[in-house]
């Protein structure tokens, strides 16, 4: 998997340096994201449809887990 860089640390995935640890991530549309449930995440990614949008402000990271959350699991990603 290519490096992904994040920010975003109190994430589960994040990792020193800005390093996205996750084994797979799903960016996907501000806009699903809102409407799907916390576990849809990347596995499910081929049955998810496209989700077009005209800015990066309107994507968001999907694959997002607070750190220490009881919920590390419910996606099916790992972390490597």
């Known amino acids: 998997m ?3 860089s994040c ?3 109190n ?3 994040w990792s020193s340096g800005n390093v996205c640890d996750a084994s797979q991530i799903l960016v996907t549309s501000d806009s699903m994201s809102k409407s799907q449930a916390q576990n849809v995440d990347a ?3 081929g049955s998810i449809s496209a989700t ?3 800015s990066s402000a309107e994507t968001c990271c999907k694959t997002f887990v607070a ?3 009881a919920q590390k699991t419910d996606d099916g ?3 490597q």
């Open 2 to 4: 290519p490096k992904i």
């Open 11 to 13: 994430c589960h995935y």
């Open 77 to 79: 990603v790992i972390r």
């Open 52 to 54: 077009p949008v005209n």
């Open 67 to 69: 750190k220490g959350s």
């Open 43 to 45: 596995p499910m990614a």
């Open 7 to 9: 920010s975003v640390n």
